[in-house]
């Protein structure tokens, strides 16, 4: 009899389009690049924020149901993540997620609009739909900021100067970056310091030296890269080993902290707006255990923006009374305030018109050859978002 | 003069992977659109003899060159054996699904993340003085040296050994060879072998300078028309080429804008199609074949 029941109803479920799962959890869904040129920045995300949904839901779901993520690979292509966010639409999900590079974002959107579902960038980087006034389905948890990026930046190397900085710059030839650097740029020129020589840098290159010799011979004391850790990384190592004696100042990429450690120079400077593991936060116990039950094989440093976007994730959900439907999940997101336990500089907070943050919190660091450790040069410095 | 060294770099780089292509494409006349990702593969092996040879660098690095040999041999005996008599289009096909195949084994093994053999191995890659104020790395002068080296090891094993004679015969005429008693299938194995084996060095080599995560797929790629503007069939070519398309690429980046650096192979490719499509030391009958 239970069984001819169950039976009953699971033909109901897909009479009516529905996944069975769909009755009892909360069904979200991601495209990412969990494969292929770009994983490296966005799989550990994913994996950490699977991990954290895998914790939320040990200790009991979210309003008494379990969350639960499918998980799809765009492997950084537009046409693999439009043909993801048709699948997921199709499995019923409440929000879509997207943790992959730039490109995959037009059809995503698309997608996401014809069905009225939220878009949350989940460790892709925040487009400036997201800035106010936001578009009022795109909403975004990463660390990274275009623009308020550049302006700590270019702030944080006139602070430090003793003379008036000469500056370089390096990007990788995406939109994002290229479009993040050229604004840079003209906001170096208009804080007084002078743009010496940029470097488009094409994201599959065997060697970096001839990019950074072309750098090097325009005679910069800073250089200033956003782009993603690859490209950042191995511009200044190239400029190092051709003797550039300057400081670098990067984006701090979840790759940051194992690479300063790594790499040993003090004068490349690393700035962000996530805590590094060394803080030893009760909330980084957290994510220790977590990616320890899920036998993640990642570095634990590399996890804390997959946890944050899962700590978003959960508290958009939170508010989401059940049954829930993709109108309750954006009503929730669009007053949403999240405590990010010392992860962050200060909480996540997304209003009506801002699904950023209405403050990015940034911290710089660098390696201390003497403490033989990475150290804090500039503690949590506040930019209001506008 | 760094910028002799860059270009003299660059052109070591691309003529290490290049030869990968030629020697399979002489020998089988098929087009191998996995050798990025056997390169890569090969390179990833080196984690795991760096954690078995550790502060043994030679060894490490030789004995994953050796496991690439075997990966080589491997792919033509289990996968390309079965495409003898198809279609070539069918047995290029069959690479990229390989490709694929391999790219999804890599990060279910090793991982997505950014990985640094030279760490594992606990050597590190000092700069090098040279004269004239230029310097290179130590990984770069070690992938200069060992083009030369498997480059003048080619020409000796083609020329010299019988097994190279073999190869020679089985690309020059497989149907002539077979009929001398030439086991075509074993001269192709050794082919692929051979192939995963020089691959594998450049991409041990990439990742002992830089790093190492998936990118060097697309790093292999670009080597591709390296191959093309030479002459897909002939390893003097495969070095010509290299040296062309990167003495353009460094000029290009260094005195016109480096956002062309990812199209310059394809437009050297496009112009040496126009003057001469069977490339520099191309063999004109094979171009009419293909």
């Known amino acids: 009899m239970n069984r001819a029941l169950a039976l009953t109803t699971l033909a109901a479920c897909l009479a009516a389009g529905q996944p069975a799962f769909g009755q009892d959890a909360y069904v979200v ?61 199709g499995d019923k999900v409440l929000i879509l997620l997207n943790s992959s590079l730039s490109s995959t974002y037009a059809p995503m959107i698309a997608e996401s609009k014809r069905a009225g579902v939220p878009l949350f960038y989940a460790g892709a980087v925040c487009p400036k739909e997201t800035y106010p006034p936001a578009d009022p389905l795109q909403f975004c948890s990463t660390a990274f900021g275009a623009q308020y990026d550049s302006q700590f930046a270019m702030g944080f190397v006139k602070e430090v100067s003793k003379e008036t900085p000469r500056v370089g710059f390096a990007a990788m030839a995406i939109p994002i970056s290229r479009g993040e650097i050229d604004y840079a740029e003209g906001l170096a020129k208009q804080m007084g310091m002078t743009p010496v020589d940029k470097q488009i840098i094409p994201p599959p290159t065997p060697d970096y030296t001839p990019f950074a010799t072309r750098l090097k011979d325009a005679n910069p004391n800073w250089v200033y890269s956003w782009a993603p850790w690859v490209t950042q990384v191995r511009t200044f190592e190239a400029l190092r080993r051709l003797g550039w004696k300057g400081d670098f100042i990067a984006y701090a990429h979840i790759q940051a902290e194992e690479e300063l450690e790594r790499i040993k120079d003090p004068g490349l400077y690393v700035f962000g707006t996530n805590a590094f593991f060394q803080d030893d936060l009760p909330v980084h116990a957290e994510i220790r255990a977590a990616t320890h039950r899920a036998k993640l094989n990642y570095p634990i440093t590399q996890l804390t923006e997959g946890f944050i976007a899962g700590m978003v994730l959960e508290a958009a959900l939170r508010g989401t009374s059940w049954p829930p439907t993709p109108q309750k999940v954006l009503a929730s997101m669009n007053n949403l305030k999240v405590d990010t336990k010392g992860l962050r500089g200060g909480p996540i907070e997304w209003t009506k018109d801002n699904h950023f943050r209405t403050r990015q919190y940034y911290r710089v660091y660098r390696w201390d050859l003497t403490k033989n450790a990475a150290v804090r040069v500039k503690d949590w410095t506040a930019l209001d978002v506008r | 003069m760094q910028l002799a060294v860059n270009i003299v770099v660059l052109a070591s780089i691309y003529a290490l992977i290049a030869c990968g292509y030629v020697l399979i494409y002489r020998t089988s006349r098929v087009l191998n659109l996995a050798h990025g990702e056997l390169m890569m593969v090969t390179a990833y092996l080196l984690l795991t003899t760096a954690s078995l040879f550790s502060g043994h660098p030679v060894t490490a690095v030789a004995a994953a060159a050796l496991l690439g040999l075997v990966v080589g041999v491997a792919v033509y005996v289990v996968l390309m054996r079965k495409m003898t008599g198809e279609r070539v289009l069918a047995a290029v096909l069959a690479t990229v699904a390989l490709g694929i195949l391999l790219r999804g084994v890599v990060v279910l093994v090793w991982s997505a993340q950014q990985q640094y053999p030279a760490q594992a191995l606990g050597w590190t890659n000092v700069a090098l003085p040279l004269p004239g104020g230029a310097q290179v790395s130590a990984a770069a002068a070690a992938l200069v040296l060992t083009t030369a080296v498997v480059y003048a090891g080619l020409f000796a094993f083609l020329r010299f050994t019988r097994w190279g004679i073999r190869m020679r015969a089985a690309g020059q005429n497989p149907l002539l060879a077979a009929q001398r008693g030439i086991r075509l299938h074993a001269v192709f194995a050794l082919a692929w072998g051979l192939a995963t084996f020089t691959g594998g060095l450049a991409g041990m080599l990439i990742a002992l300078d830089s790093g190492l995560e998936q990118t060097m797929v697309v790093i292999g790629l670009k080597a591709f028309p390296a191959a093309l503007v030479g002459g897909l069939d002939s390893l003097v070519g495969a070095l010509a080429g290299a040296l062309v398309v990167a003495a353009a690429e460094v000029l290009l980046i260094h005195y016109v804008n480096p956002l062309l650096a990812d199209v310059v192979p394809f437009l050297v490719l496009i112009a040496m199609l126009m003057i001469r499509p069977w490339g520099l030391f191309g063999t004109r009958e094979e171009l009419d074949r293909v």
Do not use: C, F, W
Not at chain 1, 36 to 42: E, I, K, L, V
Not at chain 1, 44 to 54: G, L, Q, S, W
């Open chain 1, 29 to 89: 869904g991601l495209s990412g690049a969990l494969t292929g040129p770009a994983a490296a920045t966005y799989a550990p995300v994913i994996e950490a924020m699977r991990a954290y949904i895998d914790h939320v839901n040990g200790k009991g779901g979210v309003n008494g149901k379990p969350i639960r993520l499918i998980v799809t690979d765009n492997q950084g292509e537009p046409s693999r993540a439009a043909a993801d966010a048709k699948k997921l639409l």
